[in-house]
């Protein structure tokens, strides 16, 4: 068993997120309402604010905010731990290793996830771009047209202008990579 810490104790700062599908399997759109309760699940669960997100098929990008930062973890757990059980059980993997089978896992999500605390207004800034331009990033679709991101909340409250990133744009945030 590793010591791995995460550094969250008695911070007031956002956090940027990034957890993974287990072997990167694509699943996430096509369970798109399980993540959604499983989110919904967690929120009823913890005090927190998602600040911004990005939905892939394997990835999800997020940046939120925790009235109390230690229970980030327990967050990030609670919503892998309910899609997990809440999924259809064609989307459990068969192959998994010994360890895992032991640890009750399913074989939906990567054991552990990416943190990075935010640390001023331009990292925000920075990381809710990242957040946003992802679906130019992998699948070349302009942030408009993605449907599973926060992009048009941050249109509707002026942060954005609707045409944002298009292909045009990419090259002047194509450099941001947080995977």
């Not at 331009?122 to 926060?150: A, G, R």
């Not at 941050?154 to 990579?177: L, M």
């Amino acid at each position: 068993m590793s010591n791995y810490k995460r550094y969250f104790k008695n911070l007031s700062n956002p956090v940027f997120i990034t957890f993974v599908t287990y072997s990167r399997r694509e699943i996430l759109i096509q369970n798109i309402e399980v993540l959604r309760n499983s989110f919904k699940y967690a929120k009823n669960k913890y005090d927190f604010e998602i600040i911004a997100i990005s939905i892939l098929k394997e990835h999800c990008h997020m940046i939120i905010y925790a009235s109390n930062t230690n229970d980030i973890p327990q967050i990030i757990r609670t919503i892998k731990f309910n899609f997990s059980i809440n999924v259809s059980e064609k989307f459990v993997c068969q192959n998994l290793s010994d360890s895992a089978v032991k640890r009750g896992e399913k074989g939906i999500w990567q054991r552990r996830y990416y943190d990075h605390i935010i640390r001023n207004e331009e990292d925000l800034y920075t990381h809710i771009d990242y957040i946003h331009y992802n679906s130019m990033k992998h699948y070349q679709i302009v942030p408009k047209d993605w449907k599973y991101s926060s992009f048009s909340k941050f249109v509707q409250n002026g942060f954005y202008e609707q045409n944002w990133c298009n292909f045009g744009d990419k090259y002047k945030i194509s450099n941001i990579d947080y995977e």
